[in-house]
Nanobody, 124 residues
């Protein structure tokens, strides 16, 4: 069972930045982030294929968020810049040991392992 642990959430003002981390207990094939605001469905943010085959961003974060990884630590980093109040949500790290195909990477059901979530609040 892969353990996934997020960290780095907090409260910032609009225009500021935050970096989230996601540490997996073992090597994984794909990992990324989803977010969920109160009363809304879980939204795809970004996913990275660990093999280097691709990185995919949700439309709402393109140009503002970047993703990177530390292979030695099995850790994923989400750098969030120019944050907006609508980015306020609980951010969940998701991971899979399966080789996901591109058509499925935006669906939460494609991921076997989830972190507990970390709150990001952006005030205006």
């Amino acid at each position: 069972q892969v353990q996934v642990v997020e960290s780095g959430g907090g409260t910032v003002q609009a225009g500021e930045s935050l970096r989230l981390s996601c540490a997996a207990s073992e090597r994984i094939a794909s990992a990324g982030w989803f977010r969920q605001a109160p009363g809304k469905e879980r939204e795809f943010v970004v996913v990275l294929k660990w093999s280097g085959a691709g990185t995919y961003f949700g439309d709402s974060v393109k140009g503002r968020f970047t993703i990177s990884r530390d292979n030695a630590k099995n850790t994923l980093y989400l750098q969030m810049n120019n944050l907006k109040p609508e980015d306020t949500a609980v951010y969940y790290c998701a991971a899979s040991k399966r080789g996901l195909i591109t058509s499925t990477i935006r669906h939460p059901g494609s991921y076997e392992y989830w972190g507990q979530g970390t709150q990001v609040t952006v005030s205006s």
